[in-house]
C-alpha cells in the first residue's frame, strides 16, 4: 500500500505524520480522518466546499484528473497551487504521496457563527 506523508501544519499536526498503509481507492481526506489527522470537510465530502482543499507536493500525477465541479470549487481555495486538490475528491493510488495541508482554509460556515 501507498505511503501518505502529510508536512507538519501549525495547528492540526505540528510533527507531521507517516501513514504507511494507505488503503488503494479511498480518498485521501478518509485516510487522513482515518489516521486521527482531524481535516476539515464543512460539506461533508460531498465535493461542494474547498475546507479539505490540500496541496500534493509529491506523487500528483498519479492522481486521477480532478472533476470540472472540483475545478471550480479549487479556483476559490486559499492558497491554490498547481498541485491543489480536494482532498475527499482525490483517491490514493498506487504511488506515496507528500501532502501538505494549508495554514487557512475558507470555511463560510464557520466564520457567520
Not at 494507505?22 to 465535493?47: F, R, T
Not at 479556483?75 to 486538490?85: H, M, Y
Request: proline fraction near 5%.
Amino acid at each position: 500500500m501507498p505511503k501518505i506523508t502529510v508536512l507538519p501544519h501549525e495547528e492540526l499536526l505540528p510533527e507531521g505524520k507517516v501513514i504507511d498503509n494507505a488503503p488503494k481507492g479511498e480518498s485521501i481526506l478518509d485516510v487522513l480522518l482515518d489516521n486521527g489527522i482531524e481535516v476539515e470537510h464543512a460539506c461533508e465530502k460531498s465535493c461542494a466546499c474547498t475546507t479539505c482543499h490540500v496541496i500534493v507536493k509529491e506523487g500528483f500525477n498519479s492522481l486521477e484528473d480532478a472533476t470540472d465541479d472540483e475545478e471550480d470549487l479549487l479556483d476559490k481555495a486559499w492558497g491554490l497551487k498547481p498541485t491543489s486538490r480536494l482532498s475527499c475528491q482525490a483517491k490514493v493510488a498506487d504511488t506515496d504521496l507528500v501532502i501538505e495541508i494549508p495554514k487557512y482554509t475558507i470555511n463560510h460556515a464557520k466564520e457567520n457563527h
